[in-house]
């Protein structure tokens, strides 16, 4: 197991059951490998947050991955800078992102999606904080914590 930082590894950053299912190459280069190293220091800050463990659902995903899941083109999975998640002992999702808006972690998007909460890192974070609402087939983002 290739260690990404102290509690996460490279393997569970680029885990899909898209591209397993669907026989599509989830493999990061070594540039993006890099960049995995920096949203997983960054994910250490959040769990020592929570102070608890995180559950990564999606974080890493190939263009071709990202096509088939229906992500945008813009995705910052695509680029490693994002990471969906959960994290059940500290609380529900909403619990979760609200303690992270509220934190000095400095993030570019944290977005609460129902089920989990996506969070993203770059070079100039921005601190967007946003609640996706599904309606009709389409989803809409309100801002902050809804």
Request: overall charge positive; glycine content about 8%.
């Amino acid at each position: 197991m290739t260690q990404l930082s102290e509690h996460f590894s490279l393997e569970e950053m680029t885990a899909s059951q898209t591209a397993v299912r669907r026989g599509l190459n989830n493999t990061p280069t070594a540039s993006i490998v890099s960049t995995l190293k920096k949203t997983a220091a960054k994910m250490e800050l959040v769990r020592a947050l929570l102070g608890v463990g995180i559950h990564v659902s999606s974080a890493y995903r190939s263009p071709s991955v990202n096509r088939a899941i229906g992500g945008a083109s813009t995705s910052q999975h695509c680029k490693g800078e994002a990471i969906d998640f959960t994290a059940p002992q500290f609380g529900t999702p909403r619990e979760v992102a609200k303690a992270i808006a509220a934190s000095g972690i400095e993030f570019d998007q944290l977005i609460f999606e129902g089920t989990w909460v996506h969070v993203s890192f770059s070079d100039r974070p921005r601190r967007n904080v946003l609640t996706a609402v599904f309606r009709s087939g389409a989803t809409a983002y309100l801002t902050g914590i809804a």
